[in-house]
């Protein structure tokens, strides 16, 4: 009989097994975790280690500029570059041809505003006017013969008192028109300086004085001329008329003169009488207008009635064209003989002649050139977000190559509104005058600053030394190092807080924290590449050497702020 049986064994064995399978994995799970701490603390050794060697290896590649904090001025100024220019200038050139006969001036002789520079021979343009003279005055008898027949004139200022026609009417020569009648107010009428008579209103008080008797008189304004004339000496002046009250005793002999707004007139005058005058007409015909009607105010030589017909007003129209045509004629020539004559248009220096005398010269020639240097001028360019902190007045301090070591003084006398634009940004010219310049000319390339703000006697230090969190390094040997930040800093220095205020491109403020005696210290501008790998370090530590928090801001470039 074959025994058949099952090994008790085969049981257990397979028990111990996987008891064995659990132990292994329990060891292998403990040792796994050491060998993961203790790769975690290797590699964070192995950090540390390579981030103080670098910081080590930066220090010493890094270079440190010390400088005392020291009490001084800070500005802020907008610069810019120009050419220098003259006040005014201007090229002389001519209308005409012809020969030069004078030219009495030579470069470098200042001149005043209407010095004659040329004489160019004129006989031609004067036999011009000769004759344009003559047909003028032949035209003007004839038209007033003509047009004075028609118009019957008011011989006095005042009021038509009786009309003695009707339109249609006909009358002879001599038949009176019409009775004018004033007999309460007398005229003076004379000249005062154009410039004060454009002030004057019509009903504004005037004084007039007598001739002889020196008596005043009160008057009013009743007209000032809307032209003006200008008379000996080149003194241009308007005609006024003053009314005054009849005290009984004027004539229109007296003579007087006047004053209104404590202004003089040029000269005196006499009064003309406003009396009751009839009016008669001076030529035979039929009335064909009445100008103005029966109590109606007129003044001297005004038309009241016009006689006449188709005829008759044929010719005044014609003997008027004859008048004006002689009239631009004459003018024609005369301008044409100004012409002839050059004179200075401004006072200045002359800087160049072109021609001399004997010289022939063509119309449209330049013949010399004029700088009036009794200033110079530049013009500033400034960018539109500093150009309200411009204004009139304000003082510019100005340098130029070519006079080595010398400043100028000048100022703005015009900030511009018309801006240009290029590039998405506008700026606007500014005038500055410069009214002591020895050493400069015309043409010279300057630089300009305005100074728009300033503090001055402050403790200040390089803005390159302020850092990230208004740190600043400073020797361990400087007195506020007693208020040392607890954080690394380089050998022989310590990080200490400040405050700032007031500051430029290259100074700033401190207003705690530092003081005079203690000495800052910050990487020299050239190791750009040490500074960014600092700056990075620092920031991973919590602390940054020095070179960071720059005060932005222009500057060298025209129109920069600084």
């Known amino acids: 009989m074959k025994k058949s049986f099952r090994s008790s064994a085969a049981p257990a064995s397979t028990a111990e097994q996987a008891s064995l399978v659990r132990r292994l994995l329990k060891m292998l799970r403990s040792k796994l975790k050491w060998i993961i701490l203790l790769l975690i603390v290797i590699i964070a050794a192995s950090m540390l280690i390579s ?44 209308l005409m041809e012809g020969d030069i006969l004078t030219a009495d001036f030579e470069e470098g002789d200042v001149v005043e505003k209407d010095t004659v520079l040329y004489q160019i021979d004129s006989s031609d343009s004067e036999t011009g006017i000769e004759k344009a003279e003559i047909s003028l005055s032949q035209a003007q008898r004839s038209y007033a013969s003509t047009a004075d027949s028609a118009n019957v004139k008011a011989n006095a200022t005042g009021t038509v008192y009786a009309l003695n026609v009707e339109l249609g009417d006909a009358v002879n020569a001599g038949e009176p028109i019409a009775t004018i009648r004033d007999s309460a107010t007398m005229l003076l009428t004379v000249p005062f300086p154009a410039d004060d008579a454009a002030a004057f ?31 000996t000496g080149n003194v241009i002046v ?25 202004v003089g007139c040029s000269a005196g005058s006499t009064f003309a009488y406003r009396a009751e005058s009839a009016v008669s007409a001076s030529t035979s015909g039929t009335v064909t207008a009445i100008q103005v009607p029966e109590g109606g105010a007129v003044t001297r030589d005004q038309t009241i009635v016009t006689i006449g017909g188709t005829t008759l007003n044929n010719q005044i129209q014609s003997a008027a064209d004859s008048v004006r045509n002689a009239e631009i004629s004459l003018q024609n020539q005369k301008d044409q003989l100004d012409n002839y004559t050059i004179t200075s248009p401004i006072a200045g220096t002359i800087v160049d002649k072109g021609y001399k005398v004997g010289d022939t010269v063509e119309s449209g020639k330049s013949l010399c050139t004029i700088y009036d240097l009794s200033h110079l001028e530049m013009t500033m360019s400034i960018d539109e977000l500093d150009i309200s902190e411009v204004a009139v007045g304000q003082a510019v301090t100005i340098t130029a190559d070519a006079v080595d070591g010398k400043t100028y003084e000048g100022y703005v006398t015009k900030v511009s509104v018309a801006g240009t634009t290029s590039g998405g940004i506008t700026s606007y010219p500014v005038t500055v005058q410069l ?31 302020l850092s990230r969190g208004n740190r600043v390094l400073i020797t361990a040997s400087s007195p506020s190092a007693a208020n040392a930040l607890e954080e690394q800093a380089p ?16 100074y700033l403020e401190v207003t705690s924290g530092l003081q005079e005696g203690d000495t800052v ?37 025209p129109g920069g702020r600084y």
Do not use: C, H, W
């Open 435 to 465: 009214d002591e310049f020895d050493g400069l000319l015309p043409g010279m390339n300057v630089d300009a600053e305005i100074v728009i703000d300033a503090a001055e006697d402050v403790l200040a230090i390089p803005a390159a030394a």
């Open 201 to 231: 209103t019509v009903g504004q008080s005037a004084v007039v004085t007598l001739d002889g008797t020196f008596e005043t008189l009160s008057g009013v304004v009743s007209s000032v001329s809307a032209t003006t004339e200008v008379r």
């Open 521 to 557: 210290a910050y990487e020299q501008t050239s190791s750009n590449s040490g500074m960014t790998q600092m700056g990075m370090m620092g920031g991973m530590a919590g602390g940054g050497m020095p070179g960071g928090g720059m005060p932005s801001g222009g500057g060298g470039a």
């Open 238 to 262: 308007r005609q006024v008329k003053i009314a005054v009250t009849n005290p009984g005793g004027l004539s229109d002999t007296q003579s007087a003169t006047a004053s209104i707004a404590g």
């Open 491 to 506: 050998a022989g220095y310590v990080y200490v807080s400040v405050e700032t205020g007031f500051s430029n491109d290259s």
């Open 51 to 94: 981030r103080f060697t670098a910081k080590a290896s930066v220090a010493q590649q890094t270079d440190y500029m010390e400088q005392a904090a020291e009490r001084r001025t800070i500005t802020q100024s907008l610069t810019a570059s120009g050419t220098l220019e003259p006040a005014d200038a201007y090229t002389v050139t001519t």
